[in-house]
């Protein structure tokens, strides 16, 4: 079963506002990723953060991880048109049987508008 | 061009029928992955495969086939089409830390 699940489903906010979006999973983790997929393409990483860091920088981008609360957040900053899009979270997973697998969240779609 | 592609970028086929997808990559990455896109079910992995000539399954295997026998290119077979399997599929090389993704290909099946 899906281990990520994103929140909100779906967020619509003016050129320029701050996006929040929300990632949740369950077990232990290695890292936690996020993507972007623009319409009618592939996903793009977007970024990484490790199981022992609790912030990150990337341009616009803040991501957060809670591992306490099992959750991560994605900010997007003075967002863009250009920043419409889904956007997924991906928990790197794996066990000591050497098992290791990305969970994928069912995704945010944000809509940008001018 | 480096990067990663899919072929076709469209298809549409009738249950059951053989269908085969193309993935290929130009940086060598060991690990290929196809997923399928659903609406509702988000990402799903079908196979993987860690090197040339070792594949496993995912999530969803069922109906499919895969190979690897070289390290660039990582085809998907449909077997017997079904109408489940309408969807859009992704392939991805890279690792566990990243991954990169093809352009997808719609698949529909009548």
């Known amino acids: 079963s899906q281990q990520g699940e994103e929140d909100p489903q779906a967020l619509s906010i003016q050129e320029g506002e701050n996006a929040t979006m929300n990632c949740s999973y369950k077990?232990?983790?290695?890292?936690l990723q996020w993507y972007r997929q623009n319409s009618g393409r592939g996903l793009v990483h977007l970024i990484l953060i490790r199981s022992n860091e609790r912030e990150k920088h990337s341009g616009r981008l803040r991501v957060t991880l809670d591992t306490s609360k099992k959750s991560s957040s994605l900010l997007i900053t003075a967002s863009r048109a250009a920043d419409t899009a889904s956007y997924f979270c991906?928990?790197?997973?794996?066990?000591?049987?050497?098992?290791?697998?990305?969970?994928w969240g069912l995704g945010t779609s944000l809509a940008v508008n001018p | 061009d480096a990067g990663i592609t899919q072929s076709p970028r469209y298809k549409i086929t009738e249950t059951g029928r053989q269908v085969t997808l193309m993935c290929h990559q130009t940086?060598?990455?060991?690990?290929m992955f196809w997923y399928r896109q659903d609406l509702g079910h988000g990402l799903r992995l079908i196979y993987y495969?860690?090197?040339?000539?070792?594949?496993d399954k995912g999530e969803v295997p069922d109906g499919y086939v895969v190979s690897r026998s070289k390290t660039e290119n990582f085809p998907l077979t449909l077997e017997s089409a079904t109408r489940s399997q309408t969807s859009v599929y992704f392939c991805?090389?890279?690792?566990?830390?990243?991954?990169?993704f093809g352009p997808g290909t719609r698949l529909t099946v009548l």
């Open positions: 495969s860690a090197a040339a000539d070792i594949t």
């Open positions: 991805a090389s890279g690792a566990y830390n990243e991954q990169f």
């Open positions: 940086w060598s990455h060991s690990y």
């Open positions: 077990t232990s983790i290695n890292n």
């Open positions: 991906a928990t790197d997973w794996s066990n000591a049987g050497n098992n290791r697998k990305l969970i």
